[in-house]
C-alpha cells in the first residue's frame, strides 16, 4: 500500500527472482516520464520502497514488465520509435547491481504491425508468451507461443486450446506450462476483464474456467497474473478488493492454483 499500490491504476507485478525488486506498469501514475509507465521499487526490511520510473522509461508507452527465470532479462513492451508498429515486445538487460542496459528489440519474429503485449519467457528461457493482433489467429488479440532458435524468439504459434473471437491476453503459464492463466475481454478497452485457468490435457489446453479470486467477477476488472519467481507458488495478479484497496486497480498476491496438468502444451 502506498507504494507499489496507489490511487492510480498499478497493473502486472513482477517481482525479481532474487526477491529484491518488483517491477510494474501503470497507465496514470504521477511522476513518470510520459504515462504508461514501468516502475521499480526495492523490498527494505520486508517492505517495497523507494518506488521510482525505470530507468530506460521514457515519453514512449512502457508497458507489462516481466522478469526472466534467471533475472538476467526484464521484458516489456513500447510503442517507442523504430519499431514494427504499434506495440512491440522489447527486453532490457539487468545488471548484477541492479541497474538496467541496453534495451533490444525481440525482432521481427514476434513483432507484428499490430500490437504485441505482455511478454512471458518460459523458466528455461526456450519459449515465449505473448499476446498480439498481429499475426492472425480466433479475433481481436489471441495468445501465442515462440520459440527461441539460439539468437531470437521466432515461428510464434497460437496457444493451443484458449483463443477465441474475444480478447485472449496477459498469459501467465502455471506448474512450467502444465497449467495457463490468462485474461479474455469481449473489448479489452471498454469491457471487463477477467482471469481464467485451464489445465493442459498433453495437447492442450482444456476446462477454461474463472479463476477462483473473491473480485475475479464477471463486471470486474482483473488481468496481469505473473508468477513470483522468488515463491513459484504464488501470483500476483491486478485487481479491485474491497479491501485492502489503495485506488483503482491494485497489485495482489495469491496462492498460485493447481491444475493437475500434462507436458506438452508450452512449445504451442
Not at 506450462?177 to 482444456?206: E, M, N
Amino acid at each position: 500500500m502506498h507504494a507499489v499500490s496507489t490511487p492510480a491504476n498499478e497493473i502486472r507485478g513482477s517481482v525479481s527472482p532474487d526477491g529484491t525488486r518488483i517491477a510494474w506498469g501503470s497507465p496514470d501514475r504521477s511522476g513518470g516520464p510520459g504515462g504508461w509507465d514501468i516502475w521499480i521499487a526495492r523490498r527494505d526490511g520486508g517492505r517495497w520502497s523507494d518506488p521510482r520510473p525505470a530507468s530506460f522509461d521514457g515519453a514512449a508507452k512502457e508497458f507489462d514488465p516481466m522478469f526472466s527465470a534467471n533475472g538476467r532479462w526484464l521484458y516489456f513492451f513500447s510503442n517507442r520509435p523504430g519499431g514494427k508498429g504499434g506495440d512491440d515486445l522489447y527486453r532490457v538487460a539487468v545488471n548484477d547491481d541492479g541497474t538496467f542496459g541496453a534495451v533490444e528489440s525481440l525482432g521481427a519474429g514476434v513483432n507484428s504491425a499490430g500490437n504485441e503485449w505482455a511478454p512471458t519467457p518460459s523458466r528455461d528461457g526456450q519459449h515465449l508468451l505473448f499476446a498480439s493482433d498481429g499475426f492472425g489467429g480466433a479475433g481481436r488479440h489471441d495468445l501465442f507461443i515462440a520459440r527461441w532458435d539460439g539468437k531470437a524468439f521466432v515461428d510464434p504459434k497460437p496457444v493451443p486450446g484458449i483463443n477465441t473471437s474475444d480478447d485472449d491476453f496477459d498469459g501467465a503459464w502455471l506448474d512450467d506450462g502444465r497449467a495457463i492463466v490468462f485474461a479474455r475481454s469481449t473489448d479489452v478497452d471498454k469491457q471487463p476483464i477477467r482471469l481464467f485457468v485451464a489445465r493442459c490435457d498433453g495437447t492442450q489446453y482444456v476446462d477454461a474456467r474463472p479463476l477462483a479470486l473473491s473480485f475475479n467477477t464477471e463486471d470486474g476488472w482483473t488481468l496481469g497474473p505473473a508468477i513470483d519467481w522468488n515463491k513459484p507458488n504464488e501470483l500476483l495478479v491486478s485487481g479491485a478488493a474491497k479491501a485492502p484497496h489503495a485506488g483503482k486497480l491494485d497489485l495482489y498476491r495469491m496462492a498460485a492454483p493447481r491444475m493437475e496438468g500434462r507436458d506438452g502444451c508450452q512449445s504451442g
